[in-house]
């Protein structure tokens, strides 16, 4: 069965917003260079798009998290499922979110990142849900706020599908 899919942010805005972050960023970080690290799966787009605009030396790394429980709620327990390659102790890095929602994923990766002692630690994400938050986040660049739909393109799926939507949609189901 396919879903019918609306357009909320069309490809030509999403570009043009990526680029303005980008050109923010590479001021921020001017002089340094920035570890992006991509959370899997859902920010890979995002992140090539992102990382192609910034002008300041980049490297990359990619980790994959899954929350632990069942149901659609995430617990904000994270298991690694696939960690980084690189130390990232003394660095300056850039986390890479396509979406948060609750913010418990994340606020529980910042705690698990911080540990390695980076020398910064900053998010980056595409969307935010700022009406779902249950945790408190402090979030460092975001694209969109989005209201409380549930959207897929540019990285993000619905049961897995419309990951290459080159635009953010709205599942209407
Ligand atoms: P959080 O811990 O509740 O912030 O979970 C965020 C994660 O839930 C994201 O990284 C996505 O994988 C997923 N998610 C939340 N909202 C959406 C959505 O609207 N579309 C697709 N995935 C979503
Ligand atoms: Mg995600």
């Known amino acids: 069965m396919s879903e019918k899919i609306s357009v909320l942010i069309d490809e030509v805005t999403v570009d043009n917003k990526i680029k303005e972050i980008a050109d923010q960023i590479s001021k921020d ?16 787009f995002f992140v090539c798009e992102l990382a192609k605009r910034i002008t300041v030396p980049i490297t990359l790394d990619f980790m994959s998290v899954s929350s632990y429980g069942s149901g659609t709620e995430s617990t904000g327990r994270v298991k690694i499922v696939k960690d980084l390659d690189e130390s990232i102790e003394g660095k300056d890095v850039l986390v890479v979110e396509d979406i948060i929602d609750s913010g418990r994923t994340l606020s529980h990766l910042v705690t698990l990142l911080s540990a390695r002692k980076p020398n910064s630690l900053k998010i980056c994400t595409l969307l935010d849900k700022p009406d779902r938050r249950v945790v408190p986040m402090d979030v460092d660049y975001t694209c969109f706020e989005i209201p409380d739909k549930f959207v897929v393109g540019y990285g993000l799926d619905y049961d897995q599908k419309y990951r290459n939507l080159p635009y953010v949609g709205v599942v209407e189901l």
């Open 29 to 44: 970080y001017e002089g340094k260079s920035v570890t992006l690290l991509c959370i899997l799966k859902g920010s890979v």
